[in-house]
């Protein structure tokens, strides 16, 4: 990880072939306990010089996690997908064309509920699923050395400018 002192930013890089799929779950990431209702949100922004694919992620364990990324399929693209109890799953997956990201994912009970946008003010939705795993969960940041995907295999590199957990009062 690399941290740009001078933009405020952190990069986060991964060798090709570091992923949180099936049995390679050896991606970079910087992750934090918690319980109950919460909204994570952070800011992306594309690498300089390599392709970026990462997000947010929900983890409770290796057979149950929340994944809500860009980049993974191409530049622009937003995915919103999850392993539950070993089974891959699919709940959104679009394209937001800008060089600023904004990723939030929401709890409430069960229900996670996931928006993206461009500009941190206007969100829009990106999907909606049930995920049951009992308190506390991890939540953070992650980056995924690209696997064979876009033309090949590359190193990766996500820049965050923050990640942030809220609460209800």
């Not at 390679?24 to 949100?41: C, K, Q, T, V």
């Amino acid at each position: 990880m690399i941290a740009d002192t001078a933009n405020g930013w952190l990069e986060m890089r991964s060798a090709s072939g570091r992923n949180l799929h099936g049995g390679n779950l050896n991606a970079p990431r910087l992750m934090l306990e918690i319980s109950g209702d919460f909204a994570i949100e952070t800011k992306m922004m594309v690498s300089d010089d390599m392709p970026s694919v990462g997000g947010l992620l929900v983890w409770k364990d290796e057979r149950n996690f929340i994944r809500f990324e860009k980049g993974l399929h191409g530049e622009h693209e937003i995915g919103f997908s999850s392993n539950i109890d070993g089974d891959w799953q699919y709940y959104g997956r679009g394209l937001l064309v800008s060089s600023i990201t904004y990723l939030r994912l929401e709890r409430s009970g069960e229900t996670f509920k996931a928006y993206c946008s461009s500009d941190g003010a206007s969100w829009l939705t990106c999907g909606e699923m049930r995920f049951s795993a009992e308190d506390p969960v991890q939540v953070g940041i992650y980056d995924i050395g690209n696997v064979g995907i876009r033309g090949g295999h590359n190193a990766t590199a996500a820049r965050f400018d923050y990640f942030r957990v809220l609460k209800p009062s």
